[in-house]
């Protein structure tokens, strides 16, 4: 791989129970996150705050004894104000008056410093949301033919901001890896982009998060934060050709099958499948999941989404096919072989 890495020391492996749960708040594990999240708690405080002190108001108001010669046959006939309390208002005002003030300067300042990286990432990646997954290219700067695409699992290297380069070519949608980073919307005929930082190897899940369509729940990824020597293996594997089947064997078979199946819409690069509609496949047994995060990848959820993906994932884009069994069989064959 010709992109530089920093000499990052690996930290700690990422808790199981982060890996493991969608939406992790506790916690961050990136530069973004940890600017962030001390402005989130503190605005939760305020805002808890703030209600504990108008519940304890109302209560106090509700609960207080009337002075009796206000009431006649218990029901109030006259209202007066006591004298004073007009301080408590004036107060009042000042501190919200500060509060804000003091909330929109930290948040001004934080726009400004997560805005971009502490120093200019390394490579970068061109994301590409559709309807419903997320094509992504790598695109190592020293020598573009080792750049590669892959699809739904992103990798990044510990310790190193890499840029987001983000567009669509649907709809809009919106890239969110929420223990990593914030939200940045993909928009048709619009590059926005931004970066993105890892501090702590593990694996973290991210979702559109702009109603996209019918599938739009299960537009997942799965964000790898990689040791800088597992990256560069990592790099160097995607970007090299599907090695070719074995003559004579059943994969051999299941490639022409896919190749007339499913290469219109997919590539295997070192194939003559060479579709740009749905995801590159030359790794695909690499992967962890399948249909955009939504299916583990394994052999039983790889067969049906051959077979039927519009019963798992109706809406998708990709077509039931009325694929016959001995054909099924020889595909998932081949594509058990793309590692």
């Known amino acids: 791989m010709a992109v530089a890495l920093g000499g990052t020391v690996p930290a700690a492996p990422l808790p199981a129970r982060a890996a493991d749960t969608p939406m992790y ?30 519940s304890a108001m109302v ?13 006649a046959g218990g029901r109030i006939i006259a209202v007066s104000r006591p004298p004073g309390g007009i301080g408590w208002i004036h107060a009042g005002l000042v501190l919200t008056t500060l509060v804000l003030i003091g909330f929109t300067a930290w948040t001004v300042d934080l726009m ?23 094509e ?46 914030g939200k940045t919307d993909a928009i048709p005929g619009q590059i926005n982009e931004t970066w993105i930082q890892g501090d702590r190897v593990g694996v ?5 998060t702009e109603y996209c369509g019918q599938q739009h729940t299960n ?11 597992d990256f560069t293996a990592w790099w160097d594997a995607q970007a090299a050709d599907a090695e070719p089947a074995s003559p004579g064997s059943l994969a051999v078979a299941g490639r022409q099958a896919f190749r007339l199946r499913c290469g219109a819409c997919h590539t295997v690069r070192g194939t003559r499948s060479a579709g740009e509609v749905g995801p590159d496949l030359t790794h695909l047994m690499s992967r962890t999941t399948i249909a955009s995060a939504m299916l583990p990848n ?8 051959i077979a039927a993906p519009q019963a798992l994932k109706p809406g998708s884009h990709m077509p039931d096919t009325g694929i016959s069994g001995p054909e099924l069989h020889a595909i998932r064959t081949y594509l058990a072989t793309l590692d």
Not at 154 to 175: M, N
Not at 204 to 208: E, M, N, S
Not at 298 to 305: A, Q
Request: glycine residues 6%.
């Open 204 to 208: 973290y899940r991210g979702q559109c």
């Open 298 to 305: 394994t052999k039983g959820h790889l067969s049906g989404w």
């Open 136 to 181: 992504a290219r790598y695109v190592d700067p020293d020598d573009p033919a080792r750049s590669f695409e892959t699809a739904n699992e992103l990798h990044i290297p510990l310790g190193e901001p890499v840029r987001i380069r983000l567009r669509s070519t649907d709809v809009i949608h919106s890239f969110w890896v929420p223990a990593l980073s």
């Open 112 to 134: 400004a410093r997560i805005a971009a990286p502490g120093r200019e990432p390394s490579f970068m990646i061109e994301v590409t949301a559709q309807q419903f997954w997320w």
């Open 219 to 229: 537009m997942a990824m799965r964000m790898f934060v990689d040791a800088p020597d």
């Open 59 to 71: 209560i106090t108001g509700i609960l207080r004894r009337r002075d009796p010669d206000l009431q």
């Open 25 to 54: 708040y506790l916690e961050t594990f990136g530069a973004k996150g940890d600017m962030t999240v001390p402005l989130l708690w503190a605005l939760i405080a305020v805002s808890v705050l703030v209600v504990v002190v108008i």
